[in-house]
């Protein structure tokens, strides 16, 4: 698939009801496989305001090539509700498609800072072209997927936007080289 545009997304505007000193954090929904939608749609059905942000990818299904949407995170959306109290917490269960609340139960909930969702939305706004990426950690070990290292494994030591160095070690001998790489050919092992 290559990189299109972002596009909108299902359930981020206010809800009514809403006040001023609503304090709400952004909780993290895990979905079935390809449930994200059905998950959101009875959320908001529910009274419940969800947030599925969606890209637009090129695919090729029967030699034909056409954009369609799917979920920026697949297999997650995200849920602003104000603190989880234990019935809010068993009604979101209750849904269909929905493989669980990240946490540890109704009262040890998981919160996603809000800056990671304003700046999810940020790009949703500025609609600029976004490609999926494999979540990478220096230090982390990963493969590189193309080009003339194809398949060499090594340890990200640095990161830099779509630039990084990967070290590529002979435990016997204890020694280790550095290569940059594209980040984005790059996946975790």
């Not at 390809?34 to 090729?60: I, T, Y």
């Not at 917490?89 to 609340?101: D, F, S």
């Not at 969702?117 to 940020?122: N, Y």
Request: charged content about 20%; some cysteine.
């Amino acid at each position: 698939m290559v990189e299109a545009p972002v596009v909108g997304h299902a359930g981020c505007g206010p809800r009514s009801g809403r006040t001023q000193g609503d304090v709400r954090h952004w909780y993290a929904i895990w979905t079935n496989s390809h449930c994200e939608q059905l998950v959101s749609d009875q959320l908001w059905a529910k009274g419940f305001e969800s947030f599925l942000p969606r890209l637009n990818v090129w695919s090729r299904r029967g030699g034909v090539r056409r954009i369609i949407s799917l979920p920026m995170f697949p297999g997650y959306l995200f849920l602003s509700h104000s603190a989880m109290d234990k019935s809010s917490y068993v009604e979101i269960c209750k849904t269909r498609g929905l493989a669980r609340v990240l946490g540890d139960g109704w009262d040890r909930v998981a919160i996603v800072p809000d800056h990671d969702i304003e700046a999810v939305q940020k790009v949703l706004k500025a609609q600029i072209p976004v490609a999926p990426h494999p979540y990478l950690k220096r230090g982390q070990r990963v493969r590189i997927l193309a080009g003339p290292l194809a398949d060499v494994e090594g340890i990200l030591v640095r990161m830099k936007p779509n630039k990084g160095v990967v070290a590529l070690s002979v435990d016997l001998v204890q020694q280790s080289i550095a290569v940059e790489v594209d980040c984005t050919l790059v996946t975790p092992v």
